[in-house]
């Protein structure tokens, strides 16, 4: 792994395993269309669980139109985001949790559990959210029961029993993952000790945070950041002034399913934007959005039939001009964003600024040369560069040698190995915190670090490190091997 102490390598590595797999085996875009079964999944399941609940077959369609107009579902879905995988088997969980609710079985608990314990592995903030979701679930389930006289404490413990064993098992099975490939059982949570409001929020000031969250349906609807991915539809924000005529919220009705799912996904969400940092990012909290959708798109439902005819017309033109527009939109991030697979493994981006960025890289560096990476995505690297890059262990002596603004980084730099430095101020300053290197008029004399490729902006730079007559010889180096695989190699010290 790439970049130590990272949050979103175990945060996400199952979910990324799945990627990995599927680029194995069947290629980079077969891999792209996994996102893309998993969205239209949730569609589906979103509407099930509409139907369970009681909507009309007219709120189904808003809902439906509500899920299409909201960039922060739409956006993830040719994005490769893995919270989609983690959403998926959660909606599904809920689905069953909603038929098993009069009746539940052992095979339907069961199932819940495996599924639940699915989305912890995909995401292990799940494990927050949902226990919450579930105790709430059952919680209003047993209130209920207690006011009809019918509460029995077995019938509240049993289903979240039956829930334990299948979620324990995928746990142990993910600690077991994290222990072979990270060689720390528990590397999530000990990587999420690190995180905070102050390292986490790289876009805004962390201090606007409580006024975030005074404000979150304005914030998720209109806010819009490379952190928070997307907004959800203005037309959940849009329904909520009709709310103050009498003769509409004289037509809404509820059902008993929608009222009994709705209290646990607003408490599930108040308790996550207040307790945790991660208030503007919508995917994480993307299931609880969805069933929020439910309720909304029954109120529009009743608004629009009980409004005249013109407004009737004018509010049904609306989503197909907003769904017009989403399909506009995304086509041009589709096209802007395509970068196949060529016949030697190498990603064209064509005139991305990922790619473009490293393509003096690619162009200028002999075969087998070491990149000590600092911008975000390494990914469009030639292969033989992206196999022979920076590894976790090698940032913690250049980083400390950094933050002391020691001439010494570039010597390290060169004794590791690296020919080229790609770096991007703002993801080595603020979201890996590595640091700002040092001045490179500081290397030694012998040691020469040019900037040998016209810069755009001064914030991403690429060094070239070239040593003359240098005292000693890298440490590290990178060959290929019989199998055709570009290996790095440590080799001896004694040089030195």
Known sequence: FFYPSDSFIVSSFHSTSLFTALIQLFGDQAARMLSWVNGLAILLLGLAIAKEIGLTVRARVWFLVMMLTSTAFVDLLGDGKVELISTLPLLAAIYWMLKSKDQPSKTMLTLIGLLAGFAVIARPYNIFLATIFILFFYSYQAFIRYKERLFKFWGFVRPLLWMLPPILVLGIFHLFQNWVWLENPLAPLTYARNLSGNNWQWQFDPKLLNIFRLFYPF?????????????ISPLFIGFAPFLLAREVRQKIYFTSKLAQLIFPAIVTLLLWIILFFTVVE???????????????????????????????IAALSLPIILIAFIGIRSFVIALDTYSPIDSKGQPQCYDTYFCTFLNPVNQAAALGDRVLVLNAYRYYLRTDLFACSSQAEEYPALEALARLNSSNFWIEAYRQGFRFVTYEKIFSEQYSHFGTIPNPESSPSWLHVTIPFPSVQNSEIIYFINAVNPPFQPETTCKQNANGVWKIERLSTSGK
Do not use: D
Not at 282 to 291: A, E, Q, S
């Open 219 to 231: 914030i998720v609807t209109f806010f819009n950041s490379p952190q928070s991915l997307g907004n």
């Open 282 to 312: 919508i995917r994480y909290v993307l299931f609880l959005w969805v069933l929020l959708f439910m309720p909304a798109a029954q109120i529009l439902e009743s608004t629009i039939q009980g409004a005249k005819k013109p407004i009737r």
